[in-house]
C-alpha cells in the first residue's frame, strides 16, 4: 500500500515565524489531505489537495503530485497553531486514508 | 448544525469488561470509518464501511467489531477489554464527493482499560 512520511518530525518555533512542513508518498494518490491535530486530541481538515495550491487565511498547501510531495505552508504562526499536523493519503477508490506520523509544531510566545 | 459525535470521551474500565464506543454523525454520509491512535502516533484504520449492513476490517488488525444497522450509527464493540487496548479511538464520516469538507472526525473517545 501507500507509503506516506512527513518531515521534519518536530518544530519549536516563535510567535510570527513562518513554516514549511512537508508529505512525502510512495505512489500517485486520488486524495491528500492535512489535518490539525490540536492539543485536546481534535482533528481538523485543513486541506483537500490531491494537486494544485490553495490557500486559507496564513494557511496554504501545495501538492506536486508528479514528484510525489506535498508542502503546507504556516505563515505568521500563533499559539493556537501548536499541535500535530498529519498528512493522510490514498490512492483507491474507497476513502481509506493512509496517514503519516505527523510533525509536532510548538509556537511559544 | 452537521456533525459527528463519540462517547464517550474518556472511559477507564477494568479487563474483561465488554464496551462499546458509540459514534453517530449528522451528515448522511454513507462512508464511516474508526481509527485507533496511542498518544502522539500515527492514526491506523482499523474499520470501515460503505453504507448500511457493509462494514470491513482496516490496515491495522483489532479484536474489536461494528456494526452498521443505521446510515448515521457506527459502533464500536470490544467484548472483553484487556490493557492493550489502551488508546485514543477516532470516528468519522465522508461523502462520495472529494471535497475539502468530505472528511470529517470526531473528538475522539480516550480508553483506559486497568
Known amino acids: 500500500g501507500i507509503q506516506v512520511e512527513q518531515s521534519p518530525p518536530d518544530l519549536i518555533l516563535q510567535e510570527g515565524a513562518n513554516s514549511t512542513l512537508r508529505c512525502n508518498f510512495s505512489?500517485?494518490?486520488?486524495?491528500l489531505q492535512w489535518f490539525h491535530q490540536n492539543p485536546w486530541g481534535q482533528l481538523i481538515n485543513l486541506f483537500y489537495?490531491?494537486?494544485g495550491t490553495k490557500q486559507n487565511g496564513r494557511l496554504s498547501a501545495t501538492t506536486v503530485a508528479t514528484e510525489r510531495y506535498s508542502l503546507l505552508y504556516i505563515s505568521s504562526s500563533q499559539t493556537t497553531d501548536s499541535g500535530v499536523y498529519f498528512c493522510?493519503?490514498?490512492?483507491?477508490?474507497?476513502?481509506?486514508?493512509?496517514f503519516g506520523t505527523g510533525t509536532r509544531l510548538l509556537v511559544s510566545p | 448544525e452537521a456533525d459527528i459525535y463519540q462517547t464517550p470521551r474518556y472511559l477507564v474500565i477494568g479487563t474483561g469488561k465488554k464496551i462499546t464506543l458509540e459514534c453517530s454523525q449528522t451528515?448522511?454520509?454513507?462512508?464511516m470509518y474508526w481509527y485507533q491512535q496511542d498518544p502522539g502516533m500515527e492514526l491506523h484504520l482499523i474499520h470501515y464501511?460503505?453504507?448500511?449492513?457493509?462494514?470491513e476490517k482496516g490496515d491495522l488488525s483489532s479484536e474489536s467489531t461494528v456494526s452498521r444497522i443505521r446510515t448515521e450509527h457506527f459502533p464500536l464493540t470490544l467484548e472483553s477489554a484487556r490493557p492493550s487496548h489502551t488508546s485514543q479511538y477516532l470516528c468519522?464520516?465522508?461523502?462520495?464527493?472529494?471535497?475539502?469538507?468530505?472528511?470529517?472526525f470526531g473528538s475522539g473517545t480516550r480508553l483506559t482499560v486497568v
Open positions: 468519522a464520516s465522508s461523502t462520495d464527493g472529494f471535497s475539502n469538507y468530505g472528511y470529517t
Open positions: 505512489d500517485s494518490v486520488n486524495n
Open positions: 489537495i490531491p494537486s
Open positions: 493522510a493519503a490514498t490512492n483507491t477508490g474507497f476513502q481509506k486514508l493512509v
Open positions: 451528515m448522511g454520509h454513507d462512508k
Open positions: 464501511s460503505y453504507g448500511v449492513n457493509s462494514t
